[in-house]
C-alpha cells in the first residue's frame, strides 16, 4: 500500500500532514479558461511568448495554452526555492532559456507566488533581454506574504498566506497531480 499519500472522505495525507480542500478543481478550470479568454483577446496581433516555470507551472501553463486560439511560442524555465521544505529558501536557481527574447511579448506562467522572489528575479534577467513586453500569468498569489512588488496581470486566485498542494503544486515533490488545490489543515 502506498503510504505517501493516503485520502480520508475529502482530506488528504501526505506524509503525514493533513490537508483539506481549498479551491476546487471545477473552479480552477473555469477561471482559467477566462484567463485564457483575455489572454486571446489582449495579443491578437501579437504571438505571446510563453515561458512555463518549471516545475509547478506546468499543469496549469497547459490548461491556459490549450484554451487560447491564437499562434503562441512556448518555452520552459527550471527555478527552484523551496527544496523539500513548506518556506522559501529565499535563494532562487535557475537559469533562462537560450533562446531569442529580443522584440518578443513574454508571459511568464507560474502557479504559485508566495514571497514574489523567484518570479522577480525571472523578470529582471528577462528585462536585461530586450523583450517588447512582459507580463505575468499567475494561478495563485498570497498577497500577505510578498516581499516584494509584483503586478500580475493575469490571475487565477488570491489565497491566505497557507502552504498549498494540488494542480501541480507539491509537498516534497508528491500531491502536484491532485485535480484540487489542498491546503495545510492547522489541527
Ligand atoms: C515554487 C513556485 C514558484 C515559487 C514561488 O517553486 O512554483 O516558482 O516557488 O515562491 P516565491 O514567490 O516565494 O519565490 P518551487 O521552488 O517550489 O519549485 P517547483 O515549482 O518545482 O515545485
Request: include cysteine; hydrophobic fraction near 40%.
Amino acid at each position: 500500500m502506498n503510504d505517501k499519500i493516503q485520502f480520508r472522505e475529502d482530506e488528504v495525507y501526505i506524509l503525514g500532514r493533513k490537508f483539506v480542500p481549498l479551491i476546487n478543481g471545477e473552479k480552477i478550470r473555469r477561471r482559467i479558461v477566462e484567463l485564457s479568454k483575455c489572454i486571446e483577446n489582449d495579443y491578437r496581433d501579437k504571438i505571446p511568448l510563453f515561458l512555463i516555470v518549471l516545475r509547478g507551472a506546468i499543469f496549469f501553463g497547459v490548461e491556459l495554452i490549450k484554451n487560447i486560439s491564437i499562434p503562441v511560442n512556448l518555452e520552459t524555465i527550471r527555478a527552484k526555492s523551496y527544496g523539500q521544505e513548506m518556506q522559501s529558501s529565499g535563494k532562487v536557481d535557475f537559469e533562462l532559456p537560450n533562446c531569442n527574447f529580443e522584440g518578443k511579448d513574454i508571459i511568464v506562467i507560474e502557479d504559485i507566488i508566495d514571497t514574489g522572489l523567484t518570479i522577480n528575479e525571472i523578470i529582471t534577467a528577462l528585462r536585461r533581454k530586450n523583450p517588447n513586453s512582459i507580463e505575468i500569468a499567475c494561478l495563485l498569489l498570497k498577497p500577505e506574504s510578498l516581499k516584494t512588488d509584483v503586478n500580475v496581470k493575469y490571475l487565477g486566485f488570491e489565497i491566505p498566506s497557507k502552504f498549498v498542494v494540488g494542480y501541480g503544486l507539491d509537498f516534497a515533490e508528491f500531491g502536484r497531480n491532485l485535480q484540487d488545490i489542498f491546503v495545510l489543515s492547522e489541527e
